[in-house]
């Protein structure tokens, strides 16, 4: 499973590139607002950190002006991935950059339907957004099963990115379900790697380790 980071955040995104596992970047208008930076020269720095793909969004509503802001910004970096709303005029979009060999991230998708015509359209991402449906007491996790099943059985070569990730559970549900990307905030990234019996279980190894040298030490002979 691809791991991507899921902010704007220029200090978030080198910790995790550092990390050394780190597959790419999401990017959203809410995300880029808390950066206080201009949107096209935040990109640009961010591609010079990451090779993997770099989605942006657009913020037009209809396929003309969403192609405008695309041809803007795939001359960014090779690897701008364009971030296109999930509703017709999107989807108009999508088909329209695919086929001029574009790759596309349609999101804000919440029912499988939707991911359904992506697909078609020959997206290169889709991105169900979990902790949203489950914010409002639905099953977001339910969504990426939905999708993977129908993927498989026409064999869609659109990837399920499991977006809107909260928790370390969502992203081992996601990876159960064969979700192909996880984009993820720091925070969580953050916590990936943590768990409190292996740092209890490193302090003691440490603790018996330093007993082991001091017993060594203690039996070396005298020196002439
Ligand atoms: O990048 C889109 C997505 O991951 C949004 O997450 O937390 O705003 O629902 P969230």
Known sequence: MDLYIDTANLDEIRQAADMGVLDGVTTNPSLVAKEN???????????????????????????????AEADELIKIAD??????????EGLKACKTLSDRG?????????????????AKAGAFLVSPFVGRVDDISGDGMEI?????????????????????????LHIVNAALIGA???????????????????????????????????????????MA
């Open 37 to 67: 930076a201009d949107f096209h020269d935040r990109l640009g720095e961010i591609c010079e950190i990451v090779n993997g793909p770099v989605s942006a969004e657009v913020v037009s509503t209809d396929h003309d002006g969403m192609i």
């Open 79 to 88: 690897n701008i991935v364009i971030k296109l709303p999930s509703i017709v």
């Open 102 to 118: 574009v790759r596309v991230n349609m999101t804000l998708c919440f029912q499988p339907l939707q991911a359904l015509l992506v």
């Open 144 to 168: 990426i099963q939905q999708i993977r099943q129908i993927y498989d059985n026409y064999g869609y070569d659109t990837k399920i990115l499991a977006a809107s990730i909260r928790h370390p």
């Open 180 to 222: 192909d990307v996880c984009t993820v905030p720091f925070k969580v990234i953050a916590q990936m790697m943590n768990h409190p019996l292996t740092d209890s279980g490193l302090k003691k190894f440490l603790a018996d380790w330093e007993k082991t040298k001091s017993q060594k030490s203690s039996k070396q002979p005298a």
